[in-house]
């Protein structure tokens, strides 16, 4: 079975075109090219790209997450999958990322905000233990819709740590029936994955 190669990175400078454009497609321009240079030079910020290779010497992104360490708290600000790449476990991917970083920061909680028509983002967070916090109304400019705060607790507590390695064999599973192998860059080891600073195959 030929497998494709998937890359999980910390986002750098040349890869913001790419993210402002993604971020146009699935979110409709939620944020500007300088609001993601912010996002880079903040040390609270934790912002991670996924990317397939085009060719050689190029990488496709399409994925991206945020979060803002704010005291102990992790506030994921966005997880963006491209619309071609959705319903194959990416998303999935993404958020465990997230939570693994803000566990390695020593954070002890986590927040998001949803749309309350969103229902396949609230079950796959509901999965990963977030549970409805409140209710913004008309959080959502354009359209007037009320946001669900989700929160989920517990992140520096040993059972959170075991519970994060079971997600990592049930979504190395799930991305290896998708044929993707994954290739990490400071995120430790997954099954199904190669680290990016020791793979011929890691591209910048």
Same mark, same amino acid.
């Given at each position: 079975?030929?497998?494709?190669?998937?890359?999980?990175?910390?986002?750098?400078?040349?890869?913001?075109?790419?993210?402002?454009?993604?971020d146009q497609v699935c979110l409709g321009g939620?944020?500007?090219?300088?609001?993601?240079?912010?996002?880079?030079?903040?040390?609270? &910020?934790?912002?991670?790209?996924?990317?397939?290779?085009?060719?050689?010497?190029?990488?496709?992104?399409?994925?991206?997450?945020?979060?803002? @360490?704010?005291?102990?708290?992790?506030?994921?600000?966005?997880?963006?999958?491209?619309?071609?790449?959705?319903?194959?476990?990416?998303?999935?991917?993404?958020?465990?990322?997230?939570?693994?970083?803000?566990?390695?920061?020593?954070?002890?909680? @986590?927040?998001?905000?949803?749309?309350?028509?969103?229902?396949?983002?609230?079950?796959?967070?509901?999965?990963?233990?977030f549970q409805v916090a409140g209710r913004r109304?008309?959080?959502?400019?354009?359209?007037?819709?009320?946001?669900?705060?989700?929160?989920?607790?517990?992140?520096?507590?040993?059972?959170?740590?075991?519970?994060?390695?079971?997600?990592?064999?049930?979504?190395?599973?799930?991305?290896?029936?998708?044929?993707?192998?994954?290739?990490?860059?400071?995120?430790?080891?997954?099954?199904?994955?190669?680290?990016?600073?020791? &793979?011929?195959?890691?591209?910048?």
């Amino acid at each position: 079975m030929s497998l494709f190669p998937l890359h999980l990175q910390v986002a750098t400078l040349e890869h913001l075109p790419q993210i402002v454009e993604l971020d146009q497609v699935c979110l409709g321009g939620l944020w500007t090219l300088d609001g993601y240079k912010r996002e880079l030079e903040s040390p609270n &910020s934790s912002l991670l790209t996924l990317s397939i290779p085009l060719n050689p010497n190029l990488d496709k992104i399409i994925g991206c997450g945020c979060f803002w @360490a704010i005291l102990e708290e992790a506030h994921i600000t966005l997880i963006a999958i491209h619309p071609d790449y959705q319903g194959r476990g990416l998303g999935q991917f993404l958020l465990y990322a997230l939570l693994k970083d803000a566990v390695v920061r020593q954070l002890e909680r @986590a927040t998001l905000e949803v749309r309350v028509s969103n229902n396949v983002a609230i079950s796959l967070y509901q999965k990963f233990g977030f549970q409805v916090a409140g209710r913004r109304k008309g959080y959502y400019q354009q359209t007037g819709e009320d946001a669900l705060i989700l929160w989920r607790g517990d992140l520096h507590q040993p059972e959170f740590k075991t519970q994060l390695q079971q997600w990592e064999t049930e979504i190395s599973d799930r991305l290896l029936r998708e044929q993707f192998q994954v290739y990490l860059n400071s995120f430790g080891s997954m099954p199904n994955s190669r680290n990016l600073s020791s &793979s011929n195959s890691a591209r910048r």
